[in-house]
C-alpha cells in the first residue's frame, strides 16, 4: 500500500518540464532512465521537444510491462540504435524475453526502431491505418531521420508491423491482460491506447500530451479528437496515465494540456472566423494560458493556423 500511495503522489505531483535539457542520460542513447510508473509498468520518458540529433529521436515515451511471461515493448523507437538501447535497460531490469512491440501510431518514433525488433524475430502490432501510413511514406519518414540523426540512425530501415487490428486486440500474457484499443481519431493515423484494467493505467499514445504543446498536423481532426477523448478516452477511467509525451501523470492533468488546449484553441480561432477575419488573424489568436509549455514558440502559430484552415471547412 505504501509503495502504490508513493507511485500516486509522484505522479499527482508537478515536475518540470525539460525541453531545454539536452539529455537526461548520457549513459544511453535513451533521453532519461526507465521508471518504474506502477509494478511492472516502465516507461522511458522522451524528451518534451521535436526530434533532434542530440535527443537521438527519443522524444516520446518509449514504455514496457513485464508481465511474467515475456516483456511487451509499447513503441519500436524512433531508430535501430535506439530501441537496441531500450532493449539493454530492459535486460538490466528482467531476463524474460521481449514478446510484442506494440507501435502506437505510424509515426517515425513510434516504428522506425522496428527494424530493430524484426531483426530478433518480435511480431509487431499496429493498427490498420498505421500500417498503411508507415508503408505510404515509411521511406520518406527514414531519409529524414537518417538527415537529422546522422551515423545514430545507422541500421535503421522500414520494417512493417506484423499483425493489424481494427477497432481492439486483447492480449493475455502472465498476470497481465493487455487491451491495444483504436478508440477513435485523434492526433494522427492508426492512433492507439494501450489499456490496462486491472492496473487501471492506460499508455495513451499520442491521444494525450503532458507538459508540452500537442503538434497538429495537416490530417489532425482536432474535434475528432475532443469526441474521441470526451466518449471513449476519459470513460476509461484511467487512474495513472502514461502520455504520449511527458512525465507520467493523471487524467486530469493530460486533460487540462491536451483536450482542454484544442478546445480552448478552437474557440479562439471560432472568434476570429465569427468576425469574419482570415489566417493572418487567426496565426495570432492569444494561446498565452500555453505559453509556459515545451514547444509552445515551435508550434503554437502553427497549430492556429491549421486549426482556422480545418474550422473554415466545417
Known sequence: MKRIAAVFFALTTPVSANQAIPDQYPASLLYSAPIEVVPHVWTSIGQTAPSTYENAGHNNNLSFIVTGDGVVVVNGGGAAKLAEALHDEIRRIT????????NENGQGHAMLGNSYWAGLGVPILAHDDAHTEFEERGYDILDSAKKRLKERAEGTDVALPSETFDEEKTIKMGAFTIKALHLGPAHSPGDIQVWLPKQRLVIAGDMAFHERIPPIFED?????WIETWDEAFEPLKALYVIPGHGH?????Q?????????VYLREKVAEVIEAGDGLAEAYYVDQSPYAHMDTFEELATRNA???????EWE
Open 220 to 224: 489532425t481532426n482536432t474535434s475528432g
Open 254 to 262: 493530460v486533460r487540462r494540456y491536451t483536450r482542454d488546449y484544442l
Open 248 to 252: 507520467p501523470t493523471n487524467m486530469a
Open 305 to 311: 493556423g491549421r486549426v482556422f484552415e480545418a474550422m
Open 95 to 102: 531476463d524474460q524475453p521481449v514478446k510484442l512491440v506494440i
